[in-house]
Structure formats: C-alpha cells, structure tokens
C-alpha cells in the first residue's frame, strides 16, 4: 500500500493548508488520538474501554451508516464525553465522486453526527470540495493527521503498527486508528500500548476541538 506513516511538511503546510493536519503546542503537552469509520460492535466498545481505563478522551469520525445501524455504541461515545465528526454517510473517497454527490453525502451524515467537524475516508478529497466545505459563512473544520498508524494494513504486524505511532508521535500529534473489523488485529494490540507510553510521558490525551 501506498501512504506514509509521518504527514510531510510540504503537505501540510503547502499543498493542503487548509486543513488541520496537528495541533498547536500546549502549556500541557497532549496528543491526539483518533479512530475512523465505526462505530463498530466490537472494536469500539473495547476502544472506550480503553479510554477510559487510562482517563483519556478521543475524536471518532463516524459513518452515517454505522451511526444508524449501532445507535448505542454512539451515544456511548457522546455519553462518556468523546468528540465526534462526520466521516460521510456511505465512506465515500472524494476524489472518486463528483462534488455534490460528496457534499450531499456528508449533508446526510449531519442528520445522525450533529457537528462541523470532517475528515475525508480515506484522506481523499478534492480542492473543490475543500473550497465548498471551508468558504462559507459556518465553515467546517478538516481534520487529517499528522501520524497515520496504518492499522487497515493486513500486510503489517501488530508490532509494526505500534511502532509507526511510537516511533512518530509527539506533543500536538493527531494520530489515526480505525475502530473497524479490517484493522482489529492491529489497532487492539498498538492502542493499549500507546495509551501507557503517554501517560509514561506524562502527555494529555484530548479530543479534537469541534464547532
């Protein structure tokens, strides 16, 4: 697979600036841990587990879909003080869908996840949809990442997945998980493990802002 564990430099702050790709530095140091396309049955109730076992908050960016089909596991989320942001109604990859096809598809997400945060599946989307989402009078917020742990990877081992999130993290980081089938082996290995290194750092664990 084609991706990099660390954002480039020249992406974040060049070609795709726009976008919220780390958090500024804090008094208290933190990081930010974020999970995409549940909530799913099982990866996310152990992920909230987790969390909360270590006092820690997060960002999910959740499917419409998903949000409809495990209500329960949503209002776990909301119920235990997470943030959470749309991630489109079907996980639609933006470069492989016309702009209002795209649009239209987060709209539908709003009816389920009531807030202006989004991050594209897949890290794909186009300079039209950005300007469409981010000039307007309430424009959204664009969350990527700055340390993708590439726990949707089948072909690397658990080990390897923490070590992309160890290895690259520091304080304002926004790092990527999947709470999803595919990334299960991987992601309920690293999480636990990233979780005490932080801690070991004596770094804050925060959900992203939202509007």
């Not at 152990?46 to 879909?65: P, R, S, W, Y």
């Not at 997400?109 to 009078?137: E, M, S, W």
Request: hydrophobic content about 35%; charged content about 20%.
């Amino acid at each position: 697979m084609a991706y990099r564990v660390k954002t480039p430099w020249i992406l974040r702050n060049i070609i795709y600036n726009r976008l919220i790709w780390k958090m500024p530095a804090e008094d208290t140091p933190a990081v930010y841990l974020t999970f995409d396309d549940g909530p799913h049955p099982t990866a996310t109730p152990f992920v909230l587990d987790e969390l909360k076992q270590h006092n820690a908050k997060a960002t999910f960016f959740c499917i419409g879909k998903n949000v409809v089909t495990y209500s329960d596991i949503y209002d776990r989320i909301l119920t235990e003080g997470h943030t959470v942001g749309n991630h489109t109604q079907n996980h639609l990859k933006g470069w492989h869908t016309s702009k209002q096809t795209y649009l239209d598809n987060i709209m539908e997400c709003t009816k389920h996840v009531d807030n202006k945060i989004f991050r594209p599946p897949y890290g794909k989307i186009t300079r039209g949809q950005i300007n469409a989402l981010v000039n307007t009078p309430s424009p959204w917020l664009i969350y990527m990442w700055d340390v993708l742990s590439a726990d949707f990877d089948t072909t690397i081992s658990p080990e390897e997945c923490l070590n992309n999130v160890i290895n690259n993290l520091e304080p304002g980081s926004i790092v990527v998980f999947h709470d999803s089938q595919k990334a299960w082996d991987r992601m309920s290995y690293a999480l636990p493990k990233v979780l005490e290194y932080c801690k070991s750092k004596n770094w804050d664990l925060k959900p992203l802002p939202k509007r």
